[in-house]
Structure formats: C-alpha cells, structure tokens
C-alpha cells in the first residue's frame, strides 16, 4: 500500500490568502483559481491593507480584497455583483425648467 499525500488546505475566493496583499506560503492550483495553502503554515502578514502588519489566515476577510494576481482572471462566478439600479423619478416629479431670466443677465 503506498502513502497519498493528503490534499494542500485551500483558500476560498475574497478571503485573505487569496488576497493580492497577502504574505504568506501560497501556490496556485491546477485549476488556476485555486489557492493552495501551506499544511502548516496557514497565515501571512496583511501588506498595505486595512489590517497591515497583521497574520491574517484562511478564514479572514475584509472589504479591500484584491484578487492575487496568480489567480485567473475573474469568472461572472468571482466579480462582485452589479450595483442595484435606482429607480429615476417619475417625469411629474421632475422640476420644471424655468424660463425666468436672472436679474444678473438682464441687466
């Protein structure tokens, strides 16, 4: 019976290991979008995010991810989500335009 490695832990998306400002051991997976993590060694300095100088680990996350730049380029599954569009107001609600002449230009 031979020895099967077990399987590298792995990062998931806009976590901090897979962060283009992340420290630590990483390597991309075959697949191009995984990131695969040291057995052992499972955290890495945030550097020049909102918690720089910090370890950060696998489970950390913040609002400044940056997709590592290793990683493939982004799937519809990976980009943020659009915006909600905002409803314009109605032509009545809209002001009117006014026809009046200011006293500066009149004069």
Known sequence: MSFVPPAPPVAELRRCPSCNRWGGWRRV???GSTVE???T???GPCR???W???LR???NACGQWLRWIEIVPETVDQSPSPP???ASPPASAAPAASSA???AAAA
């Open 41 to 43: 060694e499972q955290r």
């Open 57 to 59: 680990g696998p489970r």
């Open 29 to 31: 997976g075959e697949d």
């Open 52 to 54: 720089h100088g910090s």
């Open 84 to 86: 909600e569009a905002s």
């Open 48 to 50: 020049e995010g909102p």
């Open 101 to 103: 002449v200011s006293p």
């Open 37 to 39: 993590l040291h057995p």
